[in-house]
T-cell receptor, first 116, second 115 residues
Framework: KAGVTQTPRYLIKTRGQQVTLSCSPI?????VSWYQQTPGQGLQFLFE???????NKGNFPGRFSGRQFSNSRSEMNVSTLELGDSALYLC???????????????FGNGTRLTVT | AQTVTQSQPEMSVQEAETVTLSCTYD???????LFWYKQPPSRQMILVIR??????QNATENRFSVNFQKAAKSFSLKISDSQLGDTAMYFC????????????FGQGTRLTINP
């Protein structure tokens, strides 16, 4: 079974631009969540989607948005990029959004975004 | 709000030794989950071990075990017979049972196993 696939692996953007990151969950997994990882702030929860609906959102500005498609694939978008948005963005999927213990998160390898 | 604290930014031990990573957390909830994840240089977060707060018995997974002290809000990870492949960043994480996909992570401990 293929793991969580994130594309692209690396991305370089200029301040003010927008970017879209993609995540394909493990087959059969219906819940997708996104995390931002930076040296200063560590790992922070961005949002979670299940059945094309955002179920949970972290404390990030409205420039960060996401969506989930009917095949469970998810995208996240960051508009008007700032230097501080440089980070590793991790996507995770799970079968059951109501039980992280019995249905643990499976993470992808992340997308490394650099904003110059 | 929940917080997770890992007080050891870096640790280093010799292969085959036992090492313990510390984690404390703060919550007013009574039921929750605790996890340890490792992140090797490949960047992929891998679940190492998990614990349900209402279970008093400490979780074990092969060479990995935890010491869960609910009253002290402490959740340490012990790695026995450490191997070179255990070299990674280790993150302690907390989640509520409701909204269980939202993990709160500690800052991580960089563990190096030396040959």
């Amino acid at each position: 079974k293929a793991g969580v696939t994130q594309t692209p692996r690396y991305l370089i953007k200029t301040r003010g631009q927008q970017v879209t990151l993609s995540c394909s969950p493990i087959s059969g997994h219906r819940s997708v969540s996104w995390y931002q990882q930076t040296p200063g702030q560590g790992l922070q929860f961005l949002f979670e989607y299940f059945s094309e609906t955002q179920r949970n959102k972290g404390n990030f500005p409205g420039r960060f948005s996401g969506r989930q498609f009917s095949n469970s694939r998810s995208e996240m978008n960051v508009s008007t990029l700032e230097l501080g948005d440089s980070a590793l963005y991790l996507c995770a999927s799970s079968q059951d959004p109501f039980g992280a213990y019995n249905s643990p998160l499976h993470f992808g390898n992340g997308t490394r975004l650099t904003v110059t | 709000a929940q917080t997770v604290t890992q007080s050891q930014p870096e640790m280093s031990v010799q292969e085959a030794e036992t090492v313990t990573l510390s984690c404390t957390y703060d919550t007013s909830e009574n039921n929750y989950y605790l996890f340890w994840y490792k992140q090797p240089p490949s960047r992929q977060m891998i679940l190492v071990i998990r614990q349900e707060a209402y279970k008093q018995q400490n979780a074990t997974e092969n060479r990995f075990s935890v010491n869960f002290q609910k009253a002290a809000k402490s959740f340490s990870l012990k790695i026995s017979d450490s191997q070179l492949g255990d070299t990674a960043m280790y993150f302690c994480a907390f989640s509520l049972i409701q909204g269980a996909q939202k993990l709160v992570f500690g800052q991580g401990t960089r563990l190096t196993i030396n040959p």
